[in-house]
Nanobody, 122 residues
């Protein structure tokens, strides 16, 4: 499966952005999906994940209550709605797909998108 992330940009602290990740192929619903991010000078980290059906989600503690991951299997797209953004949310955001269940470890994800840059100004 090929993944194309979009929706990044520059936003002020407290603002919102919605990231999208479009997947190619007809088997999108067979994959659990995740979002990861990499801040400047830091390692890539888990942000959120959603199950194949969208019924189960997982978030890292720092975004719980502010970010929402969702998916539309009819559109082969996964979303990350980001509200109340903080400067520490700045980074390149990657979407990823795994044939397994909801996962948080990068090694569980086989397919990765190219990343979209989110910059939150203070």
């Amino acid at each position: 499966v090929q993944l194309q992330a979009s929706g990044g940009g520059l936003v002020q602290a407290g603002g919102s952005l919605r990231l999208s990740c479009a997947a190619s192929g007809r088997t999108f619903s067979s994959y659990s999906m995740g979002w990861f991010r990499q801040a400047p000078g830091k390692e890539r980290e888990f942000v959120a994940a959603v199950s194949r059906s969208g019924g189960s989600t997982s978030y890292t503690d720092s975004v719980e209550g502010r970010f929402t991951i969702s998916r539309d299997n009819a559109k082969n797209t996964v979303y990350l709605q980001m509200n109340s953004l903080k400067p520490e949310d700045t980074g390149v955001y990657y979407c990823a797909a795994t044939a397994g269940g909801v996962a948080r470890a990068q090694g569980a994800f086989r397919y990765w998108g190219q990343g979209t840059l989110v910059t939150v100004s203070s």
